[in-house]
C-alpha cells in the first residue's frame, strides 16, 4: 500500500496547484476532511444506529466511502513525512464502532503530536475496518484507484 502515498501526491499536488493553495496551511483542513470521511463511512455501515432496522448500504457504496477516507489518510501520512504502512494487526475482538472510535481519538493525537507511531495504528485499525466490512487488500487497492481516478475527473471538471 505504500505506493498509493505517489499516487495520492499527485492528487494533492494538482489540487493546491489548481487551486492555487498553500500546502503549509491545509493541515487542519484536511484533519477535519478525513474525520469527516470516517464518520461518512461509519453513517453507511450503520454499525453504531442501535435504533434502527435498516441494513447497511451496498458494499459498493461503503467502499467508495472507505476509498475517500483513504484519501485523506494518506494525505495526513504525506504530511508525515510517508510512515512505512505494513498491515501488522489481522485479528480484533473490537466491533465496528469500537474501531470507529480508536481512529477518532487517534486521529486527534496524530493532529496534535504528529507521531508516525500513532499514524501506523491508524493504519492498521482502519485496515481492520475494511477486514471487519468483508474487503481484502486487493479490494481497497483496486477502490483507491478507481476513486482516485474520479477525483481527477472532478477536477477536470472544475469541483
Not at 504530511?79 to 504502512?85: F, S, T
Not at 500513532?118 to 485499525?125: D, F, Q
Request: aromatic share 12%; proline share 2%.
Amino acid at each position: 500500500m505504500n505506493e498509493l502515498y505517489d499516487i495520492q501526491q499527485e492528487l494533492n499536488d494538482r489540487i493546491v496547484k489548481e487551486h492555487n493553495l498553500d500546502n503549509t496551511t491545509l493541515s487542519n483542513d484536511r484533519y477535519m476532511a478525513l474525520l469527516v470521511e470516517l464518520g461518512e463511512l461509519a453513517n453507511e455501515t450503520r454499525c453504531f444506529k442501535y435504533w434502527s432496522l435498516k441494513k447497511p448500504s451496498p458494499k459498493d457504496v461503503i467502499i467508495e466511502e472507505f476509498s475517500d477516507v483513504l484519501h485523506f489518510l494518506l494525505t495526513i501520512g504525506l504530511d508525515l513525512e510517508r510512515p512505512n504502512l505494513s498491515f501488522y494487526d489481522k485479528a480484533t475482538d473490537k466491533n465496528l464502532t469500537e474501531l470507529f472510535l480508536s481512529m477518532y481519538g487517534d486521529i486527534n493525537i496524530i493532529r496534535n503530536l504528529k507521531s508516525k507511531f500513532v499514524y501506523v495504528r491508524l493504519y492498521n485499525t482502519f485496515m481492520l475496518i475494511g477486514q471487519s466490512l468483508g474487503f481484502d487488500e486487493k479490494d481497497i487497492y483496486n477502490s483507491y484507484l478507481e476513486k482516485n481516478k474520479i477525483n481527477h475527473k472532478r477536477q477536470d471538471h472544475g469541483y
